[in-house]
């Protein structure tokens, strides 16, 4: 059963355009969502998180736009570099003292010169 | 600062053989740790998670076992290799009370 749902499968965007990345879920005790960012062969590396009392987080030019009523939430990436092609995985994790985490299939992206 | 260390960085068994991975987190305490496996180009699979030394617990069954002899080492192991087995393991660790995971470097098991 999948419960973190990601899209675009892959995108592809050009140097200095924003990147929008979704997710969205469907337990509602999720209230903790990482995003991780893997390059090739490679652990992944977290991005940037929020929890499910806000609605924005940012950071530099990453940005995580939340919407709790609709269990959806995006990352955005502006002003896209080369060196921000990799996955990412957009994960999900239960109340505090549940130590499961689910990500989902992640969004491939690449960033064109 | 924190250092995570996986080893072997790569392994190639046979059908049937025993595995052993290893992790070590350096440098924290008493922190949770956490087993995953990636299929090529795939998603992150939870296999265990630990928050104290000598108890782990399963989140999914795929023949695989793990053990914390210590607080800062995490093992997988299995006497039995399956092709289903080949992937990526990462390991990971987050600080008691934290949510915030951090991944190792991953060790590359190719099953023959």
């Known amino acids: 059963q999948q419960q973190v749902r990601q899209s675009p499968q892959s995108l592809t965007v050009w140097e200095g355009e924003t990147a929008i990345l979704n997710c969205s879920y469907e337990?509602?005790?999720?209230?903790?969502f990482p995003w991780y960012q893997q390059f090739p062969g490679e652990g992944p590396a977290l991005l940037i998180s929020?929890?499910?009392?806000?609605d924005k987080k940012e950071d530099g030019r990453f940005t995580i736009f939340f919407n709790k009523r609709e269990k959806k939430l995006s990352l955005h990436i502006t002003d896209s570099q080369p060196g921000d092609s990799a996955t990412y995985f957009c994960?999900?994790?239960?109340?505090?003292?549940?130590?499961?985490?689910?990500f989902g299939a992640g969004t491939r992206l690449k960033v064109i010169a | 600062a924190q250092t995570i260390h996986q080893w072997p960085v790569a392994e190639i068994k046979a059908v049937g053989s025993p595995l052993s991975l290893g992790c070590t987190i350096k440098?924290?305490?008493?922190?949770?740790l956490y087993w995953y496996w990636q299929a090529t180009g795939g998603t992150l699979q939870q296999l265990f998670y630990?928050?104290?030394?000598?108890?782990v617990e399963s989140v999914v069954q795929l023949n695989l076992s793990a053990s914390r002899p210590k607080d800062d080492q995490f093992i997988l192991s299995t006497e039995k290799l399956l092709l289903s087995h080949s992937g990526f393991y990462l390991c990971?660790?987050?600080?008691?009370?934290?949510?915030?995971?951090?991944f190792g470097p991953g060790t590359r098991l190719t099953v023959l």
């Open positions: 990971a660790w987050s600080p008691l009370g934290v949510y915030e995971q951090y």
């Open positions: 337990d509602s005790t999720f209230n903790y």
């Open positions: 929020i929890s499910s009392v806000s």
């Open positions: 994960a999900a994790s239960p109340e505090a003292g549940n130590y499961k985490y689910v």
């Open positions: 440098g924290k305490s008493s922190p949770n």
């Open positions: 630990s928050i104290t030394v000598g108890q």
